[in-house]
């Protein structure tokens, strides 16, 4: 998977993984942005994006694993490795 940067789409290898956020789903809880700050912010839309630099981001998988489970509205999906969906 390459990072993609679309209207709607945002995906971005992070570490092994690859996380994928649906702009489309996003209702701004930003309980993502409060788990991994230096991954995710909210943007002047009010809608998760990536921060700057977030594939360099000193995240461990689990915590980053655990920050794409965490959306009420499955807007940010997490990939392994093998490019096999995790969550949701």
Same mark, same amino acid.
């Given at each position: 998977? %390459?990072?993609? %940067? ?6 971005? !290898? ?6 994928? $956020? %649906?702009?489309? *789903?996003? $209702? ?22 990536? !921060? ?6 000193? $995240?461990?998988?689990?915590? *980053? %694993? ?10 940010? *999906? ?7 969906? $995790?969550?949701?």
């Amino acid at each position: 998977m %390459e990072n993609v %940067e679309e209207e709607n789409v945002r995906e971005r !290898k992070i570490g092994d993984f690859t996380v994928r $956020i %649906e702009r489309d *789903l996003c $209702i701004g809880s930003g309980n993502c942005v409060n788990l991994a700050p230096e991954v995710f912010e909210l943007d002047e839309q009010n809608l998760v994006a990536f !921060k700057e630099g977030a594939a360099d981001a000193p $995240i461990d998988s689990a915590r *980053l %694993e655990e920050s794409c489970l965490l959306c009420p509205v499955d807007a940010l *999906l997490f990939f392994d490795e093998d490019g096999e969906q $995790i969550v949701p």
